[in-house]
């Protein structure tokens, strides 16, 4: 399995960004796949995680407001869109998927748990 995140870079302020996360080489159909950041000296954080199917959604309390998770199926391709950026979101993001094939885990529960599969990261910079 393999993640490919995508989309980050130097950013303005309250500028807008959508990040990618493209999920190949596998071939469960019922999926989930999360996006979380980390700053260096910090721990990693959950942002938002999406179900291949029903699409149900979760976001931490710090995401509802900015931020918007989207799945392209056909292309097994995971979409974070972010709005208003701050230098506070200045991270590294990654994104991971877990088989739910033989699993009754809601998103909430996928995303408290440790996930199977990640991907490098792209980092996200947001000047002032």
């Known amino acids: 399995v393999q993640l490919q995140a995508s989309g980050g870079g130097l950013v303005q302020a309250g500028e807008s960004r959508r990040l990618s996360c493209a999920a190949s080489?596998?071939?469960?159909?019922?999926?989930?796949i999360g996006w979380f950041r980390q700053v260096p000296g910090k721990e990693r954080e959950g942002i938002s995680g999406?179900?291949?199917?029903?699409?149900?959604?979760w976001y931490a309390d710090s995401a509802k407001d900015r931020f918007t998770i989207s799945l392209d199926v056909t292309s097994n391709t995971v979409y974070l869109q972010i709005s208003n950026l701050n230098p506070e979101d200045t991270a590294v993001y990654y994104c991971?998927?877990?088989?739910?094939?033989?699993?009754?885990?809601?998103?909430?529960?996928?995303?408290?748990?440790?996930?199977?599969?990640w991907g490098q990261g792209t980092q996200v910079t947001v000047s002032s």
């Open positions: 991971a998927a877990e088989d739910l094939t033989h699993s009754l885990a809601n998103i909430a529960t996928v995303m408290g748990n440790k996930m199977r599969y």
């Open positions: 080489g596998f071939d469960f159909h019922d999926y989930a």
């Open positions: 999406i179900m291949s199917i029903g699409r149900d959604t």
